[in-house]
C-alpha cells in the first residue's frame, strides 16, 4: 500500500513519523530490508533506524521512494513476466530457459521457471494486480502483463509450484520410482525433465554480450527478456530511486542477483565499445528509447558517472 494510504487521516505527528519497512520473505534468511519514509521524517532520526536495522537486524537496508512495488518487486516482477511471455512467444522450452536464465547472466540456479516454482505460481497474479493498481497509466508493464491460460489452468488445477501438486516441474512418483518432470509450455503436458546443452551459455564465459549477441535459442530468449528488463530499470531512474546504486543492491539482497541491472549494463561493454553504447544501440535496434541516464552516458560505465 501506498504511504499516503496508510497515513491518511492519521493525526500529523502520526504521519510525520510514518517509516514503510518492506521485508523480503522469509525474513530470517532474506538480507534485504526496503525503507520508506514519510515526507518530513527527521533525517538523524531516519538515520538512527537504518543503523538500527543494519547492524542488530542485521539487514541489507536500501531506502527507497514511495513507489508500487518499491525497488526490488517493481523490477523483479517485470523481470519475470518478461521471462514467461517471451518464453510462450518462442517456443523455448522450460529446461532451456533455466538453463540460460541463470548462471550465465549471474542469477541464481533456479532460473526463471525454477523461480516461479519456488515462489508460488498463484502468488504472481495477485502481486502484478497489486501493482496494477497503483502504477502509472503510462508504465511499461501494463502492456507487458497477461495472465496465460496455461498459467490460468496450472492454478485452477493445484499446480502453484513446490507448495502444490508441482509447477512448472514436479516430481512423478508413479509406480515407486522419482522422476522430476518439466511441463510443455505448448500443450501443458509433463514429460521427463531434458538436460540442455546450448552454444550460447558456453558463450556466456566469454561475456553478456557474447552471451545476448549468439544466434541460438538461449542467446535470442536471454537478450530479449534482458534487454526489456534492463531498459525498464533504466527508464524509472529517478522515479523510484536518485541513484542506480540502491536499485542494484536491491536486486542482489532481494532476487539473488550476481550483478544488479546497471552493473549488468556495464558488463555489456564488448569490441571497444562501452555498455552504455551497446545496450543504447539494442534498444534502438528493438525499436525502443534510450532512457536519458544511458544516453548521458554514453562512452562511460555507469558506475564512473554516478561516482
Not at 256 to 276: E, L, Q, V
Request: contains cysteine; neutral net charge; aromatic residues 10%.
Amino acid at each position: 500500500l501506498p504511504l499516503h494510504v496508510l497515513i491518511n487521516g492519521m493525526p500529523q505527528s502520526f504521519a510525520d513519523d510514518f517509516i514503510i519497512t518492506h521485508f523480503f520473505n522469509p525474513p530470517r534468511f532474506m538480507k534485504l530490508l526496503e525503507v520508506a519514509k514519510s515526507p518530513n521524517f527527521a533525517a538523524d532520526r531516519f538515520a538512527a533506524f537504518c543503523d538500527f536495522a543494519d547492524r542488530l537486524l542485521g539487514k541489507g537496508v536500501v531506502p527507497c521512494k514511495d513507489t508500487p512495488g518499491f525497488l526490488a518487486n517493481r523490477i523483479g516482477v517485470y523481470w519475470m513476466t518478461a521471462g514467461l511471455t517471451e518464453a510462450l512467444r518462442t517456443g523455448i522450452t522450460v529446461e532451456e530457459a533455466d538453463a540460460v536464465m541463470g548462471k550465465p547472466l549471474g542469477l541464481p540456479k533456479t532460473g526463471m521457471f525454477g523461480l516461479y516454482d519456488l515462489i508460488g505460481i498463484d502468488l504472481m497474479p495477485l502481486i502484478a494486480k497489486a501493482m496494477l493498481a497503483t502504477l502509472p497509466k503510462d508504465d511499461a508493464f501494463r502492456a507487458l502483463y497477461d495472465l496465460p491460460e496455461l498459467v490460468q489452468k496450472m492454478i485452477a488445477d493445484g499446480y502453484t509450484g513446490r507448495k502444490g501438486k508441482g509447477g512448472f516441474y514436479r516430481m512423478n512418483k508413479e509406480g515407486g520410482k522419482k522422476t522430476l518432470e518439466a511441463i510443455n509450455l505448448k500443450t501443458g503436458e509433463y514429460a521427463p525433465e531434458k538436460k540442455v546443452k546450448l552454444e550460447s551459455v558456453d558463450a556466456a564465459k566469454m561475456g553478456m554480450a557474447a552471451l545476448f549477441a549468439h544466434p541460438d535459442v538461449g542467446g535470442q530468449y536471454a537478450s530479449a527478456v534482458m534487454l526489456k528488463t534492463l531498459h525498464y530499470a533504466a527508464s524509472l531512474i529517478p522515479e523510484i530511486s536518485d541513484d542506480i546504486y540502491s536499485v542494484d543492491a536491491a536486486m542482489q539482497m532481494g532476487y539473488n542477483w550476481k550483478y544488479g541491472p546497471f552493473a549488468m549494463i556495464d558488463r555489456c561493454a564488448t569490441g571497444g565499445m562501452s555498455g552504455t553504447e551497446v545496450v543504447a544501440a539494442a534498444f534502438q535496434k528493438a525499436g525502443l528509447s534510450v532512457p536519458p541516464i544511458i544516453a548521458q552516458s554514453l562512452g562511460k560505465k555507469l558506475y564512473d558517472v554516478m561516482d
